[in-house]
């Protein structure tokens, strides 16, 4: 539990040394590749699971016979599975992907994790936020430190738009410029009754910060507001969970061409310690058919080109499941990856049911080279360490830009 | 003796106003409205009981003072005169989250001297708010209600999450209903400074003996409640001293009271913290008395060195060795400093604090004496240069409109939402606080409970006060006596439980604000009428009663009393202290 600007500092010498990480390499900055680049118009929308997602029940092992065994009464059964080959199949409460998968533009990254798991859902989801090793403290989140190393743009609504409760989690940084929103109509009202007062010239650092934030305020709102009313209504139906109402607010700022490069949406309860054969398909088919619909969306506005949309979590569950048809705290996980330039199918690799480590998956990729692939990749961001921490990309994307 | 009639004027003035308010109101003791009294419908007659005795005390006391000494050296003239009302506001605002404006009129006649002492006189080191009926629960207790079944585990891990819930109440009741404010005030700066987080120490009971435990040392000896931070439970459990054994020390503890607690970085080396850890080790609660007691077979007794001294060390010598560095007293200095003055300390003003503070047998209640009367302190410079946090704004509004009767469910959420968790720092360094406490989300966030859930709170007040004045008040008043609210003695409707659930959040029905939003704004509008002669007077006066300077934003200048009062609210620097 340890705060930590010095560590961040100090950070800056530790990466790099060669990290012992699976999946990462050693590391040397390049002066000139260093300089900021700009992020475009590409935009990034990360999902939170929150609770710690059942990977084995997401995307399963079904042909594994230690599976079953390892969940007597949990195991989905073969008639729900969805086969995706390799052995693996998706819980069919997740079908409405299908119509992704067979387009080929969704990639299950498999066993992401990190070495010495943290099995707290707190310390566990900072990990994932900040992009620390397990026993090493970070203040700023991984996006927040990946705005603050690409060029800013003034004619961003923001830097980071958090919808629908939660925290700022991975964007937040001192210079990123996070708007929450529970809905973006209330946001815009709230803003206009926020007056425009210029900076005097009182010189007190308390006041010029607040006028500061809340021209902040005016400016995302007079942008939300311009780009929104202008906006086609592409006429698709979104499912009326609380995360379909979320994706449809996050496809509403995208296709609207609110300019903002990412997008955080969060899905709660996946904490299911028990009644999880009720409970996690429940959760699953929500996330599925939000997300359907937000591809649908996408496509119909010609937006799905510029979109990656990744699911994280702060763990997945143990593999053996428990005394109350459920699941306790895990490691390694699988996490979905969608979008116009994804290349389909698997990435990573499935942990071996054979090799468990305290009754739970030993994780096959560095969380961070999800981290890793979304700046180079995605955002075509020279690697910075203190950003993807070293890690090396994956290859999931269709095509290298140019 | 000519100054005295200056001194005299404003409070004549103040007493012609008031009499005739005054006359429809029965007398009442402060501490016992504190909690239901509706806006402004107290006050003014405890107002005149004070203030008769201070105007002789402030006649006599400047009667005595120039002409007695004559060979006295020049005393500053600010320091001799009146703080003011805007000298008040500052005051009252850093230390006791603002206040209401009958209260700045009473200290604004006062020297800075004389008003400090005056607040200081206020520390207490006991609550009004009942405990929580679990409060008595010892670990063995709670570790028999988890029982063995399933069932009987997950009805345990909900009344776990009900405690930690009524916990978090329990203490913003405290907060909004309080009479020594000043206390809580303190206690707020130690949670923030020993933290601990209550989802990581799981026990409502531990956080809450320890949340007591800043109240009887918080304005106390220094050196004590060092000391007792390190035997803490909760804080055992938080930087798990409870685990740390001979075979496996844990630095967790040891670091923190070296970086964080007692010295700040820079000022010892990993050698010591290693050493400190091998001190620290051996530590286990006692499952009977929930204590911290320590177990010599998994003690490292053996010799360490940590700060130069050397020895076979126990945790409280390794206290003893942090509170002979220099750089400790210092350390706390710096705290009070960018607590109660700015974020830019002067290290020569700190070093001499330090000493001070050592001279006066680290006395807390001294340190921030010398810190409340420093020229710092008192500065143009520093007025409005601190942010407010959630609990000074949110607290701050409650206490200085008066309406304390409000449910402290609502005023928690509203805290929690603007970034401050009650009992969940963020991290083990506290509240970052300053800037942090402003984004685009929080600065709405505080838009919105100034521009709307405020007079929420007012009708929930009003219609608290109106249900308490039709149900006689029960003979004994628990407040006053604590103790007795053993849980097999409370009345049902008296339990902190039934509190606390009638003071969930609630919305506010359209019915409920219909009926009783007329009655808040006459009050409003008797506040408007007391405030002074004309309409600019009283506007000025309501200026100076809630901003640090000049709005920075329009002011409405016409209109009802809650137009005008919504834009100073709404001002940006309502927002600063």
């Known amino acids: 539990m340890k705060f930590d600007r010095r560590a961040f500092l100090r950070l800056g010498g530790a990466a790099c040394l060669p990290l012992l990480v699976p999946g990462v390499r050693t590391w040397a900055i390049d002066e000139e590749t260093a300089a900021t680049a700009a992020l475009g118009d590409r935009v990034l929308i990360m999902v939170e699971l929150q609770g710690g997602n059942d990977g084995l029940n997401t995307v399963i092992p079904y042909r594994d016979e230690r599976y079953k065994k390892l969940r007597p009464k949990i195991a989905v059964p073969n008639s729900r599975v969805m086969d995706l080959g390799h052995h693996l199949g998706m819980n069919d409460a997740m079908a409405a992907l299908g119509e992704s998968w067979d387009a080929a533009d969704a990639c299950w990254i498999l066993g992401l994790g990190y070495p010495k798991p943290n099995r707290s859902h707190f310390r566990s989801i900072e990990i994932w936020e900040t992009g620390s090793d397990s026993d090493e403290n970070l203040t700023d989140g991984w996006l927040g430190r990946l705005i603050a190393s690409a060029e800013g743009d003034p004619k961003r609504a923001a830097d980071g738009i958090v919808l629908g409760g939660g925290d700022s989690g991975p964007l937040y940084g001192d210079s990123t410029r996070v708007i929450h929103l529970e809905n973006p109509i209330q946001f815009t009202r709230q803003a206009r009754a926020v007056p425009d007062i210029a900076h005097g010239e009182d010189a007190r650092k308390a006041l010029e910060h607040l006028l500061e934030v809340q021209t902040d305020i005016k400016r995302s709102a007079k942008v939300i507001e311009e780009k929104r009313s202008s906006a086609p209504d592409l006429g698709i139906q979104f499912p009326q969970s609380k995360f379909g109402k979320r994706c449809e607010i996050a496809a509403s700022l995208v296709t609207a061409g609110v300019p903002c490069p990412l997008i955080k949406l969060s899905h709660g309860g996946f904490d299911t310690h028990t009644d999880q054969q009720r409970r996690h398909p429940q959760l699953l088919r929500d996330l599925a058919e939000g997300l359907a619909a937000l591809r649908s969306a996408l496509i119909a506005s010609g937006d799905w080109g510029r979109v990656l949309i990744s699911t994280y979590s702060e763990f997945g569950r143990r593999a053996s499941e428990n005394g109350s048809q459920g699941t306790d705290h895990g490691t390694a996980a699988p996490h979905l990856l969608l979008g116009g330039q994804i290349k389909g199918g698997f990435a990573g690799a499935q942990p071996d049911l054979g090799t468990l480590q305290k009754n739970d998956l030993v994780f096959t990729t560095d969380y961070r080279q999800l981290y890793a692939t979304i700046e180079q990749q995605w955002f075509q961001l020279p690697a910075n360490p203190l950003v993807s921490r070293g890690a090396r990309p994956l290859s999931v994307l269709r095509e290298k830009a140019p | ?577």
């Open chain 2, 1 to 577: 003796m000519s100054r005295i009639p200056t001194i005299l004027i404003p409070m004549i003035r103040i007493l012609m106003i008031q009499i005739p308010v005054r006359a429809g109101f029965e007398s009442s003791q402060y501490f016992e409205v504190a909690r239901s009294a509706p806006l402004l419908a107290r006050g003014w007659s405890w107002l005149l009981s004070w203030l008769l005795p201070w105007l002789l005390i402030t006649t006599l006391v400047s009667a005595s003072d120039s002409p007695v000494m004559p060979d006295a050296p020049v005393v500053d003239k600010e320091i001799a005169s009146p703080i003011g009302i805007e000298g008040a506001r500052h005051l009252l605002g850093r230390t006791i989250f603002g206040a209401p404006l009958d209260q700045l009129q009473q200290y604004s006649s006062q020297t800075r001297e004389q008003a400090v002492d005056r607040l200081l006189e206020t520390l207490t080191t006991t609550t009004v708010t009942p405990l929580p009926p679990w409060a008595s629960l010892t670990p063995s207790n709670i570790q028999q209600q988890r029982g063995k079944t399933e069932q009987s585990r997950m009805a345990f891990q909900k009344s776990v999450r009900r405690w930690q819930g009524e916990l978090r109440g329990w203490w913003a009741r405290e907060l909004i209903s309080t009479p020594s404010p000043l206390t809580e005030r303190l206690v707020l700066l130690w949670h923030g400074h020993f933290t601990s987080e209550l989802t990581k120490v799981r026990s409502a009971q531990a956080m809450l003996k320890q949340n007591q435990m800043f109240r009887q040392f918080g304005s106390g000896d220094f050196r004590q409640l060092l000391h007792r931070v390190a035997l803490d439970p909760a804080m055992a459990i938080y930087l798990d001293t409870r685990r740390s054994t001979r075979d496996k020390p844990n630095e967790n503890f040891a670091r923190e009271l070296l970086e964080l607690f007692g010295l700040g970085e820079g000022n010892y080396s990993e050698t010591d913290i290693l050493e400190a850890a091998r001190a620290f080790t051996g530590y286990r609660i006692d499952q009977r008395s929930g204590a911290l007691r320590q177990i010599r077979r998994r003690h490292d007794a053996g010799e360490k060195t940590v700060l130069g001294v050397t020895g076979p060390l126990t945790g409280a010598d390794v206290v003893d060795a942090v509170l002979a560095q220099p750089a400790c007293a210092e350390w706390i200095s710096r705290r009070f400093w960018t607590e109660f003055i700015s974020p830019n300390p002067d290290e020569m003003v700190l070093k001499k604090w330090a000493e001070q503070f050592k001279k006066n047998d680290w006395s807390l209640r001294s340190l921030l004496r010398v810190t409340l009367l420093s020229e710092a302190f008192w500065a143009e410079d520093s007025r409005g240069s601190l942010i407010k946090s959630p609990v000074d704004l949110v607290v701050g509004t409650i206490r200085s409109f008066q309406i304390e009767g409000a449910p402290a469910g609502q005023a928690l959420r509203t805290i929690s939402r603007l970034g401050q968790q009650l009992f969940d720092p963020p991290n083990v360094a506290g509240w970052p606080g300053g800037h942090q406490w402003i984004d685009a989300t929080t600065l709405l966030g505080r838009r919105q409970f100034l521009a709307n859930e405020v007079h929420n709170l007012a009708v929930l007040n009003k219609m608290q006060h109106l249900a308490d004045r039709d149900t006689p008040a029960p003979d004994e008043d628990p407040a006053e006596n604590p103790e007795m609210m053993a849980p097999e003695m409370m009345a049902p409707e008296n339990s902190p439980e039934m509190r606390v659930q009638r003071e969930l959040p609630r919305r506010v029905k359209a019915r409920e604000r219909r009926r009783y939003m007329p009655l808040v704004m006459k009050e409003l509008e008797q506040m408007w009428q007391s405030l002074g002669d004309d309409s600019s007077s009283r506007s000025l006066s309501l200026q100076q009663w809630l901003l640090p300077f000049k709005p920075v934003g329009t002011v409405v200048e016409m209109g009802s009393m809650r137009n005008r009062l919504g834009s100073v609210l709404l001002d940006p620097t309502y927002q600063l202290k």
